[in-house]
């Protein structure tokens, strides 16, 4: 930044601040639209019951921020991500499932019992939460590892633009569901 002809550095620790909520953010961005497409999407389907999933609303809610980072990745140059630091969204998610499970009692009233705010958060489903959580954690990682390589892809492409365009294309297209 340039105030009256001085440069400022920016801090180190605001750039590694930036670099980690770069790197929670990307690949948690992934799961919720792969959770939603591949796993929640299906389950209500199949109930036959009415849903919103295919509102405006929801498309926003579990869809955009897939399509944000992947073209902050791809088209304009976003901070990479270390494969090294796969085990910091690895940490964040398993606190969030126990975030989850702590105030699983604030979601209702009491009388109604625990409230999960996802079915598969439930741990009273026994073997189907033990898998679904697996399933969770090795969904983020395969995230992570996927913008790592879209990363790796890029840059041994070139800086074409159509190539950036063809990659957010067709992993948006792999976790993204639409009405």
Same mark, same amino acid.
């Given at each position: 930044?340039?105030? #009256? +002809?001085?440069? *400022?550095?920016?801090? &180190? ?6 670099? %980690? !909520?770069? /790197? $929670? ?27 919103? #999933? +295919?509102?405006? *609303?929801?498309?926003? &809610? ?6 944000? %980072? !992947?073209? /902050? $990745? ?106």
């Amino acid at each position: 930044m340039t105030h #009256l +002809g001085r440069e *400022k550095e920016i801090e &180190q620790t605001t750039l590694r601040c930036a670099l %980690v !909520l770069w /790197e $929670l953010s990307a690949p948690f961005a992934l799961l919720v639209s792969a959770v939603v497409r591949y796993a929640i999407w299906p389950v209500i389907v199949a109930t036959g019951r009415p849903h919103s #999933l +295919g509102s405006f *609303k929801n498309q926003m &809610q579990h869809n955009v921020n897939s399509v944000y %980072v !992947l073209s /902050e $990745l791809a088209l304009m140059g976003g901070p990479p991500l270390e494969f090294a630091h796969m085990s910091l969204p690895t940490l964040v998610g398993t606190i969030y499932i126990l975030f989850t499970w702590f105030n699983c009692y604030f979601y209702a009233a009491p009388e109604f019992g625990p409230q999960y705010i996802y079915w598969f958060m439930d741990p009273t489903l026994g073997k189907a939460t033990t898998i679904a959580l697996i399933a969770l954690v090795g969904t983020l990682m395969m995230s992570f590892v996927t913008f790592t390589a879209l990363d790796t892809f890029i840059e041994w492409m070139g800086k074409s633009l159509i190539t950036h365009l063809f990659s957010v294309a067709i992993v948006s297209a792999a976790v993204i569901k639409t009405r």
